[in-house]
């Protein structure tokens, strides 16, 4: 898979799914595969500038969107995404740790 399967993905979406996320990345300037937003592991993982333009078109108003994952023993790789005007590499994982605790 890739940015642009993501974006295939994303865009055969119910709408009203995909302008929360457009949302929730607006009002908190990041989101996790944890955050009940029905958001696949592999979207974050793939996530890509296409991705984020998309989200565009539905009111996302934020900086560009990055990704990352980390490895936590008993859940494997967690997934985030993240405005990168907001946040950095160091505080995106630190919201998923504060989700896994």
Not at 30 to 58: A, P
Request: glycine share 10%; aromatic share 14%; net charge negative.
């Amino acid at each position: 898979m890739n940015h642009e399967d993501v974006l295939v993905y994303i865009k055969s979406w119910d709408l009203s799914l995909a302008k929360k996320l457009a949302n929730e990345m607006n009002k908190k300037g990041v989101v996790s595969e944890l955050d009940g937003l029905d958001v696949s592991s592999v979207w974050l993982k793939h996530w890509g500038v296409s991705c984020t333009q998309y989200l565009r078109t539905l009111g996302y108003s934020g900086g560009e969107i990055d990704n990352l994952g980390h490895f936590f023993d008993g859940e494997g790789v967690l997934y985030v995404i993240y405005d990168s005007e907001r946040y950095g590499p160091v505080s995106a994982r630190d919201y998923i740790f504060y989700q896994v605790e």
